[in-house]
């Protein structure tokens, strides 16, 4: 075995000659964790069609499998290390069959993924997504192990990491999405805020901004093939910032810059960072219309203690002041937020503060993780995993309970309103049960979310996919608001407080 690699790039390969056998054009993705990750599967897939690859739904189907994988939690790596171990034997079949595991897990654990799943391929981390292509034909054609990842946060200048993590945004693939009227467009990468539980930083690399004419023109593209609402990521989005032309644009500019684009209905964008939460932000959302109601802006917890062991950059007392001017300056605004339970140095008490300030911000929905020690951040290094797995998981229903009545709660305010809903497509509930149109009327079971992103259900035909529908809400749980199409007219406060259609 030979090896041989290039220190700019993180490039290396490891030679494996097993010769070389015929071969389909199929390819299988599998996804784990966030938006970002969403969208960088759709450019790989983008590219290789453009290297005449299909897409396949069933990984027995497939020549090329790859894994797009997530290093945030444990539980979704051993996910992926599950999986992996399910299809080792499958080269014995399929000779020629090459697998990929990509993204932040790849660039975090690097060789160590050939150690413990042998069978794999190549390795490709979050910066060299546009180099698949090459190394999936390259490692059919010599069979020899690939590896290409970015520089680590302390291994060269700011310039030479940066440059190790490119942006990779030059395909788009409409079959990766959520819905054929929905479309991730990524704004920035990468991380400074080195919060001490987070890989992000070394997995995503350096907080970097893409110009906004760049950005502009992708949403052209995504409206011209149909896109009806965008959502802009970041891992702090509202971060943005890049200098064009001689002009300085921060996220309000961008979303200024893109408000007009023509076929676009809603703009959305997550995920915002407490202290980078600017007037010139939130005034620009309340005054263009096709702005969402709506901010996903982390808290993590209730306790400035917690919040100090976890870096965070804030006290409780500065994200309230926050809170507050969201509210203020857009009442209808819904703000959703994640927690952590469960940290290093989260006592009982810690927790109650913690429960204390959904019940205070009232929260559209947290997302609620417990705490799992990740090698390669400070906590892992520095902090002791001092709360108990059985502790964490008290803390976790408990919190979830809370926000699950606070949501239900807030939802029920929406019986007996109209509500403007951009229809997404069938149900999850309507698909996942197989059922079929209604034989007479072929009315399925469709959802799409209101202006401040909270979930509606509702009989109709599909024709609505993609369009903007009006709702009358007659009942809800904590996730979902159940409803009726509007057809004529709605009337308020009718005797059973539901809406009159005609």
Same mark, same amino acid.
């Given at each position: 075995?030979?090896?041989?690699?290039?220190?700019?790039?993180?490039?290396?390969?490891?030679?494996?000659?097993?010769?070389?056998?015929?071969?389909?054009?199929?390819?299988?993705?599998?996804?784990?964790?966030?938006?970002?990750?969403?969208?960088? +599967?759709?450019?790989?897939?983008?590219?290789?069609?453009?290297?005449?690859?299909?897409?396949?739904?069933?990984?027995?189907?497939?020549?090329?499998?790859?894994?797009?994988?997530? +290093?945030?939690?444990?539980?979704?790596?051993?996910?992926? $290390?599950?999986?992996?171990?399910?299809?080792?034997?499958?080269?014995?079949?399929?000779?020629?069959?090459?697998?990929?595991?990509?993204?932040?897990?790849?660039?975090?654990?690097?060789?160590?993924?050939?150690? #413990?799943?042998?069978?794999?391929?190549?390795?490709?981390?979050?910066?060299?997504?546009?180099?698949?292509?090459?190394?999936?034909?390259?490692?059919?054609?010599?069979?020899? #192990?690939?590896?290409?990842?970015? *520089?680590?946060?302390?291994?060269?200048?700011?310039?030479?990491?940066?440059?190790?993590?490119?942006?990779?945004?030059?395909?788009?693939?409409?079959?990766?999405?959520?819905?054929? %009227?929905?479309?991730?467009?990524?704004?920035?990468?990468?991380?400074?805020?080195?919060?001490?539980?987070?890989?992000?930083?070394?997995?995503?690399?350096?907080?970097? +901004?893409?110009?906004?004419?760049?950005?502009?023109?992708?949403?052209?593209?995504?409206?011209?093939?149909?896109?009806?609402?965008?959502?802009?990521?970041?891992?702090?989005?509202?971060? $943005? !910032?890049?200098?064009?032309?001689?002009?300085?644009?921060?996220?309000?500019?961008?979303?200024?810059?893109?408000?007009?684009?023509?076929?676009?209905?809603?703009?959305?964008?997550?995920?915002?960072?407490? !202290?980078?939460?600017?007037?010139?932000?939130?005034?620009?959302?309340?005054?263009? @219309?096709?702005?969402?109601? %709506?901010?996903?802006?982390?808290?993590?917890?209730?306790?400035?203690?917690?919040?100090?062991?976890?870096?965070?950059? %804030?006290?409780?007392?500065?994200?309230?002041?926050?809170?507050?001017?969201?509210?203020?300056?857009? @009442?209808?605004?819904?703000?959703?937020?994640?927690?952590?339970?469960?940290?290093?140095?989260?006592?009982?008490?810690?927790?109650?503060?913690?429960?204390?300030?959904?019940?205070?911000?009232?929260?559209?929905?947290?997302?609620?993780?417990?705490?799992?020690?990740?090698?390669?951040?400070?906590?892992?290094?520095?902090?002791?995993?001092?709360?108990?797995?059985?502790?964490?998981?008290?803390?976790?229903?408990?919190?979830?309970?809370?926000?699950?009545?606070?949501?239900?709660?807030?939802? $029920?305010?929406?019986?007996?309103?109209?509500?403007?809903?951009?229809?997404?497509?069938?149900?999850?509930?309507?698909?996942?049960?197989? *059922?079929? @149109?209604?034989?007479?009327?072929?009315?399925?079971?469709?959802?799409?979310?209101?202006?401040?992103?909270?979930?509606?259900?509702?009989?109709?035909?599909?024709?609505?996919?993609?369009?903007?529908?009006?709702?009358?809400?007659?009942?809800?749980?904590?996730?979902?608001?159940?409803?009726?199409?509007?057809?004529?007219?709605?009337?308020?406060?009718?005797?059973?407080?539901?809406?009159?259609?005609?």
């Amino acid at each position: 075995m030979t090896q041989t690699s290039n220190e700019k790039t993180g490039f290396l390969a490891e030679e494996e000659n097993t010769g070389n056998q015929p071969h389909n054009n199929k390819l299988f993705i599998e996804t784990v964790g966030c938006q970002m990750n969403l969208l960088d +599967s759709e450019l790989v897939v983008g590219a290789l069609r453009q290297s005449g690859y299909e897409l396949a739904s069933d990984i027995n189907e497939a020549d090329t499998l790859l894994f797009n994988t997530c +290093s945030v939690r444990e539980h979704a790596e051993h996910k992926v $290390y599950s999986q992996l171990g399910r299809i080792k034997f499958f080269k014995k079949d399929r000779p020629n069959l090459v697998i990929g595991v990509m993204g932040c897990m790849a660039q975090k654990d690097q060789k160590l993924i050939f150690k #413990r799943a042998p069978h794999v391929d190549l390795v490709v981390g979050t910066g060299q997504l546009a180099e698949i292509p090459r190394l999936v034909q390259e490692a059919r054609n010599d069979r020899k #192990r690939k590896v290409a990842v970015s *520089l680590g946060r302390k291994n060269g200048s700011k310039l030479e990491i940066s440059s190790s993590f490119q942006s990779y945004d030059p395909l788009r693939d409409p079959e990766m999405r959520p819905s054929p %009227y929905q479309a991730f467009v990524r704004i920035m990468i990468g991380c400074d805020k080195f919060c001490t539980y987070c890989v992000v930083p070394s997995t995503r690399g350096p907080e970097q +901004s893409r110009p906004p004419s760049d950005i502009a023109s992708e949403v052209k593209v995504l409206a011209g093939q149909g896109v009806k609402e965008v959502t802009l990521l970041g891992q702090t989005v509202n971060s $943005y !910032k890049h200098t064009e032309n001689g002009k300085q644009y921060r996220l309000a500019d961008l979303l200024e810059l893109i408000h007009d684009t023509n076929g676009i209905d809603r703009i959305k964008f997550i995920t915002s960072y407490p !202290k980078d939460m600017g007037n010139d932000l939130l005034t620009t959302m309340r005054d263009l @219309p096709k702005l969402s109601r %709506y901010i996903h802006v982390p808290v993590q917890s209730g306790c400035n203690d917690v919040l100090k062991l976890m870096k965070r950059g %804030y006290t409780v007392e500065e994200y309230l002041e926050m809170h507050d001017r969201i509210k203020e300056i857009m @009442p209808d605004c819904a703000v959703s937020s994640d927690f952590i339970v469960g940290h290093p140095g989260e006592t009982e008490e810690a927790f109650q503060k913690s429960l204390d300030i959904i019940r205070l911000c009232r929260f559209k929905n947290s997302f609620i993780f417990k705490y799992s020690p990740r090698p390669g951040t400070k906590a892992f290094d520095k902090l002791a995993d001092d709360v108990p797995d059985k502790e964490k998981k008290r803390r976790n229903n408990i919190m979830l309970d809370l926000q699950n009545e606070i949501s239900e709660e807030d939802n $029920y305010h929406f019986i007996g309103k109209e509500v403007e809903v951009l229809v997404e497509g069938m149900s999850k509930t309507f698909i996942k049960k197989g *059922l079929e @149109p209604d034989s007479e009327t072929q009315k399925v079971q469709l959802m799409g979310r209101t202006k401040c992103d909270r979930i509606v259900v509702f009989d109709g035909n599909r024709r609505l996919e993609g369009s903007l529908a009006n709702i009358g809400i007659y009942d809800c749980t904590p996730t979902t608001l159940l409803g009726m199409i509007v057809t004529k007219e709605f009337q308020h406060g009718s005797e059973e407080g539901l809406p009159i259609l005609h």
